[in-house]
């Protein structure tokens, strides 16, 4: 199956400070998805995007669909972005399961 | 409220009992799925609904654990005889387009 590799794992930033999250994956995908999980576990949308860029705020994507990665952009970081940032891919053309990649964990202090 | 809704959730059990835990979707959503999420790792796929059908089911689906989206809108999910390494977060998500969207899941802990 498709594979999801994100980068760092762990980053700690002092509030204020820009960041850049990437994720890497394995195959063609048909959709990508960023998502930001709260302390109470619960997955918040961030992005869809399978491919091109958006932007929302203080946060926007790429997704580079023919190399194969995605990046996910956190510019003027505040202590309420902290928690852990999934991307999460799908393969092919189906409307099958997403993979999930092990997650950046992002810590912002004040 | 609009957005996907689960319940319990919280439960704590003991090992050996039987656990249900139920998924409402979002409204006209006609995908249904259901991930599993311990400690420290990325959200598992168990199993996807479309409609009323069950399309795929991970091998991480033992025969302990059964689905179920009888008239294609709400879902169970059940673990039987559960073990403690059944303890995790048990996260549903719906779509109708490409993109998913997640309730605030259940969390099993099993004693």
């Known amino acids: 199956g498709i594979q999801v590799e994100q980068s760092p794992p762990d980053l700690i930033l002092q509030e204020g400070a820009n960041s850049t999250l990437r994720c890497n994956f394995s195959?063609?995908?048909?959709?990508l998805q960023w998502f930001h999980q709260n302390p109470w576990g619960q997955l918040i949308n961030l992005f869809y995007?399978?491919?091109g860029t958006k932007q929302n705020g203080r946060l926007s994507a790429t997704t580079v669909a023919t190399e194969r990665y995605s990046l996910l952009y956190i510019s003027s970081s505040q202590t309420t972005d902290s928690g852990v940032y999934f991307c999460?891919?799908?393969?092919?053309?189906?409307?099958?399961?997403?993979?999930f990649g092990q997650g950046t964990i992002l810590t912002v202090h004040p | 409220d609009t957005g996907v809704s689960q319940d319990p959730r919280h439960k704590i059990t003991k090992r050996g009992q039987n656990v249900t835990f139920r998924c409402d979707p979002i409204s006209e959503h006609n995908r249904l799925y259901w991930y599993r999420q311990t400690l420290g790792q990325g959200p598992e796929f168990l199993t996807y609904?479309?409609?009323?059908?069950?399309?795929?089911k991970s091998r991480l689906l033992s025969d302990r654990f059964s689905a179920e989206r009888p008239k294609g809108s709400f879902s169970t999910l059940e673990i039987q005889r559960t073990e403690q390494g059944d303890s995790a977060m048990y996260l549903c998500a719906s779509s109708i387009t490409g993109e998913l969207f997640f309730g605030e899941g259940s969390r099993l802990t099993v004693l």
């Open positions: 609904f479309q409609n009323e059908a069950q399309l795929e």
């Open positions: 995007i399978p491919s």
């Open positions: 195959d063609s995908v048909n959709n």
């Open positions: 999460a891919v799908r393969g092919g053309t189906s409307y099958g399961k997403l993979t």
